[in-house]
């Protein structure tokens, strides 16, 4: 592609980079400029424009948008290509956008050709409303660019779907610190802006329940709440928590999972607690709720109770841009849209990838996962392998020298996560790993990441082995009648999944699971190699 100024004289065949007024017509952006154009641009006073020649390998920008939109959509939303350049993304059902900010902003950094804005994430639309707009200013696009950003997106899910407001069974809990009249009347005015807030949410406010400001009584009654089948519980403080081990995050503490985000950057709103336990979602409203109106706290609320699974970097600070809402296509638009699609239709099973490159790679000698191979660190090279295949979404469990892993993962849309306590060994890595599997997911691939030559080929028919709807799964490779990882585990046995052993080939591996086994043969034993010790990172460097 060149893109440049040309005398209109030389300029038939070129691609325009902008609209261009000649009385009563007008050339659109990437118009290709006939013979009868140039003399019509002469005849206007015009004697240069900016423009491209299309060379082998470029597409156009409204084939560039169309294919980088349809990576963009899942379910219940739609989009249509302008002529100006511009992608719109609509809803086409009432419900609950679901989008998230990080991966908003990642997209925006991957480069100067795309731009990505959208609505709030998590907030309300209607059906035909603008949810997203996707733009570029260039007319010609060279397809490799292209192909770059569709392979960002490919670790992960789909960034934008709407999914429907269900009921939800919700309780209050009042934690009195004065037990006065005027502390009744703040705990009003905060339940009233909430149900305000959150009247279209379809929150069924069930029960009530009353206790001190103190940690066991609070403890006590999340715990009762919980018990009592509450699917989304709100804490009204009885005063505000202003650090980590106030009254509100140690009551909470002593019986939830996790409190995913201690904090937001809203002053005098900063204390919203969030957590969850056995599926229920535990939410400490920040104390000054009613008078500190805070559109982030309203936003980590809703991405909390449409949430089926959240860790802490959910709940990171937003970057994204936000449109204006309540716009919609014109009718003449909405004629053109062209469906997301749906998961449903699915025949083999939705399986996500695990990679655990938490390790120290000790026996090796050196930190093996960062050796160079093929002029990238050695665990990208599983990292790849799980984007390219049919695995979604990616997960690459980090854990030693976590920043310089992370750091080759910045422009990758796959998720990361780190696990503080990876010296406690490969299992905490895993168990991590599968609790953020969502749960559409029918399994998920457990993936060392020192597995230098392992192919997405070869993932697909390990997935292609796990019939989509059979409960227990669990598939493994197979060399000369020895297994070998990866793994793949359906969901129902998340709780004894594991990789295989490193002395597999001197005994029965998985015994207990033999009856739901599927092993997928390969004729290659490269397919399974792993570096454990230094004698292997020669072998692979002798062969590079």
């Given at each position: ?96 956008f679901m989008a998230s900010s990080d991966r908003l902003a990642k997209f925006n950094r991957l480069g100067d050709i795309f731009r990505l804005n959208s609505l709030e994430p998590y907030s309300l639309v209607k059906s035909g409303e603008i949810i997203a707009e996707l733009e570029t200013t260039y007319a010609v696009i060279e397809a490799a660019k292209t192909d770059e950003i569709i392979f ?357 591996v998985f015994v207990e699971h033999s009856d739901y086994t599927k092993e997928t043969k390969i004729k290659d034993a490269k397919l399974i190699a792993d570096v454990n010790f230094p004698s292997d990172i020669e072998k692979l460097l002798q062969k590079k």
């Open positions: 592609m060149q893109c440049r100024e040309y005398n209109v004289n030389q300029a038939a065949g070129v691609r325009i980079f902008n609209a261009v007024s000649l009385g009563d017509r007008l050339l659109p952006v990437g118009h290709v400029l006939t013979d009868e154009d140039v003399i019509a641009l002469k005849a206007a006073g015009i004697n240069r424009i900016f423009g491209a020649e299309m060379e082998s390998g470029d597409i156009t920008a409204p084939t560039a948008l169309g294919m980088i939109a349809a990576k963009l959509c899942g379910d219940g939303t739609a989009y249509i290509v302008s002529s100006e350049n511009l992608c719109r993304i609509v809803a086409d059902r009432d419900g609950i960002s997106l490919s670790g992960n899910t789909e960034m934008f779907s709407v999914t429907d407001a269900i009921a939800r069974k919700t309780a209050l809990i009042y934690a009195d610190f004065y037990g006065n009249a005027a502390e009744t009347k703040h705990f009003t005015s905060n339940v009233r802006a909430l149900v305000k807030n959150f009247s279209a949410m379809n929150l069924d406010f069930k029960n009530e329940y009353n206790a001190r400001h103190e940690i066991e009584s609070l403890a006590d009654n999340i715990q009762r709440a919980v018990g009592d089948g509450n699917e989304v519980i709100f804490i009204l403080p009885g005063q505000r928590s202003s650090h980590p081990r106030d009254i509100v995050p140690a009551a909470m503490n002593r019986f939830v999972d996790e409190i995913v985000n201690y904090d937001i950057p809203q002053v005098g709103a900063s204390d919203l607690l969030i957590a969850s336990k056995r599926g229920s979602k535990i939410i400490a409203l920040p104390y000054a709720y009613a008078e500190n109106s805070s559109a982030l706290a309203d936003m980590f609320i809703r991405q909390a109770i449409v949430s089926e699974k959240f860790n802490h970097f959910d709940f990171s600070h937003p970057q994204n841009v936000l449109l204006p809402e309540n716009r919609e296509l014109s009718e003449e638009e909405k004629g053109g849209l062209i469906g997301g699609g749906s998961s449903d239709s699915q025949e083999t099973a939705r399986v996500a990838a695990v990679i655990l490159a938490a390790g120290s790679g000790a026996r090796a000698g050196r930190n093996k996962l960062m050796l160079e191979v093929d002029s990238e660190p050695l665990f990208m090279k599983a990292v790849h392998a799980a984007i390219k295949s049919r695995a979604a979404p990616v997960f690459v469990v980090t854990g030693y020298n976590a920043p310089e892993l992370e750091n080759y993962l910045e422009n990758i849309d796959v998720n990361i996560i780190y696990n503080a306590n990876y010296h406690d060994g490969v299992k905490s890595s895993i168990n991590l790993g599968l609790k953020s599997v969502p749960g559409f997911c029918d399994g998920a691939l457990l993936i060392p990441a020192d597995m230098p030559n392992l192919t997405a080929e070869t993932l697909d028919k390990m997935i292609a082995a796990f019939p989509r709807g059979r409960k227990k799964h669990l598939g493994l490779l197979a060399y000369d009648g020895i297994k070998y990882n990866p793994s793949l585990w359906s969901k129902e046995l998340y709780g004894v999944a594991d990789i295989v052993p490193e002395n597999a080939h001197l005994r029965a």
